[in-house]
């Protein structure tokens, strides 16, 4: 089975036709797909400007979305390599307790709904990489807060477990993101809103 690195050449190889280079770009999100795998193809074509559907989009587009992703997977394996190197020394020192950072890490193990969204159609409008940072800055302060960690977003709404979601928890209604819960003020989440069953946000 052929690894990202493997894959993000074929999608950059000019002598694939486009089709083979989308069907690449779309095998990378199996390795690594922040949002889930759906809703990060889904970024992604909403950023660069490519129909999700399209068979045949431009390969300058399928370029321009890999770029975008590698940059957001280089930013989580310098994470993942901060995160054992810290985990390490704790051990060394006898702090083998898990924390509130450390089930989130093995939650997100292998970078897949790093990030998970309420939709696979509502993400944020920023980078991949931008949103990452934010969200491991606020998992490693340590400090809850009552807004979103993504966007500033000061209103939630709870999302139970359901099929189409990756998780369940507090969702921003600003940018669909759903925080870790211990990312937040008891506050904020006493003040989370029901979603309805089928899945959209509750009437404000």
């Not at 089709?19 to 889904?42: D, I, M, N, S, V």
């Not at 702090?95 to 093995?106: E, L, N, V």
């Not at 696979?120 to 800055?137: G, K």
Request: with cysteine; charged share 25%; proline share 7%.
């Amino acid at each position: 089975m052929a690894g990202f690195r493997a894959l993000a050449e074929q999608v950059r190889n000019p002598r694939l036709v486009t089709a083979q280079r989308r069907t690449a770009l779309r095998k990378c999100l199996e390795r690594f797909a922040p949002y889930g795998h759906r809703a990060t193809w889904h970024h992604l074509c909403t950023r660069v400007g490519i129909a999700t559907h399209d068979r045949d989009p431009d390969p300058e587009r399928l370029v321009a979305a890999l770029a975008e992703l590698e940059e957001a997977r280089t930013v989580w394996l310098a994470y993942e390599e901060e995160f054992a190197a810290r985990r390490r020394q704790e051990k060394h020192h006898g702090i083998r307790q898990p924390s509130a950072i450390d089930d989130w890490h093995r939650r997100t193990w292998g970078g897949c709904d790093i990030v998970p969204c309420e939709s696979p159609h509502r993400h944020p409008a920023a980078r991949l990489a931008v949103v990452l940072r934010r969200m491991i800055a606020a998992m490693e302060s340590g400090r809850p807060r009552r807004d979103c960690p993504v966007c500033g977003g000061t209103r939630f709404a709870w999302v139970a477990e359901r099929t189409g979601c990756p998780a369940s928890g507090p969702a921003c209604r600003e940018c669909g993101v759903l925080a870790p819960a211990s990312v937040l003020t008891p506050e904020a989440l006493a003040s989370a809103e029901q979603v309805r069953g089928d899945g959209a946000f509750a009437a404000a």
